[in-house]
């Protein structure tokens, strides 16, 4: 058999998927596992595509079955075995081959791997792959960083095995070093950001109304036509129309409300936290997810405080169902506007002139937020790529006059009944604060200059000033 394009370690969902992705678009891919039964079992189920896979036992022989200058496709766990593997790989490469680390990376352990590898004739890109099992295997969207001649290198391949939205392949290179990484730590950020939001409607319709799974499956099934089509809402109505094999009820009311969290969505909190850059609703929503781990206190404090008000004794009104509906286009809009600031920021910071349009565009298909929503987006950074914010571009203000309302009686209507809906909350509370032209930072500055002498800026005189204050009198 001819020599493999490429070279993969590590088949595990996304690495097996990927394998045989690459398999079926035409290119002969070597696999190595760490444990040896599972690339056999790999091997053996890969059916009519093993011509195209070469089974490996160990990395060397991986090294070996490539043609050189090698791709390396890294799909191990995120952390330490990717420093393991690039340890191993660096002493059997060569000059020019490329390791690609295709995992949920913390962007901030791909620049450390750039610098490590640098002068070492080895190259580094580091890339998100999104999609879960089923885009690894059909088309995942992918975000790659790096070098932008690595990238040309891998191109046919990657767009070859990435998903299309109409017909244009959902794969580019972002940037230099950690870019790629990066933006698929804002993807998940923005995924948990979407997760929350549903979940949050789900609850209300659930809770303050005692809808049934079922029904609300239905509305969230209706709303996928619409404005919100997408595959996190598409899913929703699968997951919620599901009946438990073992019981017949739902199946959703038979899952435990405790959700777990691999730590990308913790990232983009945490860097947009660090630049200084207002993602209140990723916030939330990662914060929310903790929260929800927390299952034992949080019965003691149902019994400690009481319950909620009742749920309502009669099903939505068709007006209210609307405003829900809205209430979670707005958040979407208010989601993605802090998440693109943050890509923004971070691009400045960093100086990897990140193409938000781009971003935008190869998220419309393959990755887990997809969405037609992104469409517009793209459009919008399209008209505009300097674009100060998203929610001062024409077409996400004209959408956001019209939702906002909604948004705004669903969490009073909420907060009235006792129902959390805190990413819902956030964003309502930063598309005020950020539409108020005379916010109340003044009496902040009046009370740091109060306790510590900060100064303050005047409105009608320049430079650092000073108030009267007898701070003596207010510490007695
Ligand atoms: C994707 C997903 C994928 C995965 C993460 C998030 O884009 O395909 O984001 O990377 O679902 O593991 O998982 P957690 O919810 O565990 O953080």
Same mark, same amino acid.
């Given at each position: 058999?001819?020599?493999?394009?490429?070279?993969?370690?590590?088949?595990?969902?996304?690495?097996?998927?990927?394998?045989?992705?690459?398999?079926?678009?035409?290119?002969?891919?070597? #696999? =190595?596992?760490?444990?040896?039964?599972?690339?056999?079992?790999?091997?053996?189920?890969?059916?009519?595509? /093993?011509?195209?896979?070469?089974?490996?036992? &160990? !990395?060397?022989?991986?090294?070996?079955?490539?043609? $050189?200058? /090698?791709?390396?496709?890294?799909?191990?766990? *995120?952390?330490? *075995? #990717?420093?393991?593997?690039?340890?191993?790989?660096?002493?059997?490469?060569?000059? +020019? +081959?490329?390791?690609?680390?295709?995992?949920?990376?913390?962007?901030?352990?791909?620049?450390?791997?750039?610098?490590?590898?640098?002068?070492?004739?080895?190259?580094?890109?580091?890339?998100?792959?999104?999609?879960?099992?089923?885009?690894?295997?059909?088309?995942?969207?992918?975000?790659? @960083?790096?070098?932008?001649?690595?990238?040309?290198?891998?191109?046919?391949?990657?767009?070859?095995?990435?998903?299309?939205?109409?017909?244009?392949?959902? &794969?580019?290179?972002?940037?230099?070093?950690?870019?790629?990484?990066?933006?698929?730590?804002?993807?998940?950020?923005?995924?948990?950001?979407? %997760?929350?939001?549903?979940?949050?409607? =789900?609850?209300?319709?659930?809770?303050?109304?005692?809808?049934?799974?079922?029904?609300?499956?239905?509305?969230?099934?209706?709303?996928?036509?619409?404005?919100?089509?997408?595959?996190?809402?598409?899913?929703?109505?699968?997951?919620?129309?599901?009946?438990?094999?073992?019981?017949?009820?739902? !199946? #959703?009311?038979?899952?435990?409300?405790?959700?777990?969290?691999?730590?990308? @969505?913790?990232?983009?909190?945490?860097?947009?936290?660090?630049?200084? #850059?207002?993602?209140?609703?990723?916030?939330?929503?990662?914060?929310?997810?903790?929260?929800?781990?927390?299952?034992? %206190?949080?019965? @003691?404090?149902? &019994?400690?405080?009481?319950? /909620?008000?009742?749920?309502?004794?009669?099903?939505?009104? $068709?007006?209210?169902?609307?405003?829900?509906?809205?209430?979670?286009?707005?958040?979407?809009?208010?989601?993605?506007?802090?998440?693109?600031?943050?890509?923004?920021?971070?691009?400045?910071?960093?100086?990897?002139?990140?193409?938000?349009?781009?971003?935008?565009?190869?998220? /419309?298909?393959?990755?887990?937020?997809?969405?037609?929503?992104?469409?517009?987006?793209?459009?919008? =950074?399209?008209?505009? $790529?300097?674009?100060?914010? !998203?929610?001062?571009?024409?077409?996400?203000?004209?959408? %956001?006059?019209?939702?906002?309302?909604?948004?705004?009686?669903?969490?009073?209507?909420?907060?009235?009944?006792?129902?959390?809906?805190?990413?819902?909350?956030?964003?309502?509370?930063?598309?005020?604060?950020?539409?108020?032209?005379?916010?109340?930072?003044?009496?902040?500055?009046?009370?740091?200059?109060?306790?510590?002498?900060? @100064?303050?800026?005047?409105?009608?005189?320049?430079?650092?000033?000073?108030?009267?204050?007898?701070?003596?009198?207010?510490?007695?």
């Amino acid at each position: 058999m001819t020599k493999a394009e490429i070279g993969l370690i590590g088949l595990g969902v996304m690495g097996s998927g990927l394998a045989l992705n690459m398999a079926e678009k035409g290119y002969p891919v070597a #696999v =190595y596992n760490r444990t040896s039964a599972r690339t056999g079992e790999f091997f053996e189920g890969a059916g009519d595509l /093993r011509g195209n896979l070469v089974p490996c036992a &160990s !990395l060397k022989e991986l090294v070996a079955q490539i043609r $050189p200058p /090698r791709p390396i496709l890294l799909m191990v766990q *995120a952390g330490k *075995a #990717v420093d393991e593997q690039i340890k191993a790989l660096r002493e059997l490469l060569s000059e +020019d +081959d490329i390791i690609i680390d295709g995992g949920n990376a913390n962007f901030r352990d791909t620049m450390r791997r750039f610098d490590e590898l640098d002068g070492s004739g080895i190259t580094f890109v580091g890339m998100g792959v999104s999609g879960g099992a089923v885009g690894a295997r059909h088309g995942p969207s992918i975000m790659v @960083g790096g070098e932008r001649a690595a990238y040309t290198r891998l191109e046919p391949l990657l767009t070859a095995i990435a998903a299309r939205y109409r017909g244009e392949p959902c &794969s580019a290179w972002l940037g230099e070093g950690g870019a790629g990484h990066f933006v698929k730590t804002l993807h998940n950020g923005i995924e948990y950001a979407d %997760m929350q939001m549903i979940a949050e409607i =789900y609850g209300i319709l659930r809770d303050g109304f005692g809808m049934k799974a079922g029904a609300i499956g239905d509305i969230f099934g209706r709303w996928n036509g619409g404005r919100l089509d997408s595959y996190l809402v598409g899913i929703t109505a699968e997951v919620l129309a599901t009946a438990d094999p073992a019981t017949g009820r739902p !199946l #959703v009311d038979m899952i435990l409300d405790r959700a777990g969290q691999k730590g990308t @969505g913790r990232w983009a909190a945490v860097e947009a936290q660090m630049m200084g #850059v207002p993602a209140t609703v990723i916030e939330s929503a990662v914060a929310a997810r903790s929260l929800s781990a927390e299952k034992t %206190m949080r019965v @003691g404090a149902a &019994s400690a405080y009481g319950g /909620r008000t009742a749920p309502a004794a009669r099903e939505p009104e $068709p007006a209210f169902v609307d405003d829900l509906e809205l209430a979670l286009f707005a958040g979407k809009i208010v989601a993605y506007a802090q998440g693109f600031s943050v890509m923004d920021e971070a691009s400045c910071g960093f100086r990897w002139n990140l193409p938000l349009a781009t971003i935008a565009r190869i998220w /419309r298909a393959g990755c887990i937020i997809r969405s037609q929503f992104l469409d517009r987006l793209a459009l919008a =950074y399209d008209a505009d $790529p300097d674009a100060a914010h !998203l929610l001062l571009n024409r077409d996400f203000a004209a959408m %956001m006059s019209e939702a906002h309302a909604s948004l705004r009686r669903v969490v009073a209507h909420a907060a009235l009944a006792g129902l959390p809906v805190p990413a819902l909350s956030a964003a309502l509370g930063y598309f005020d604060a950020f539409r108020q032209a005379r916010g109340t930072a003044n009496l902040i500055q009046g009370q740091r200059d109060y306790f510590g002498a900060h @100064g303050f800026e005047r409105t009608d005189a320049e430079g650092l000033h000073h108030g009267p204050w007898d701070s003596s009198r207010a510490e007695g």
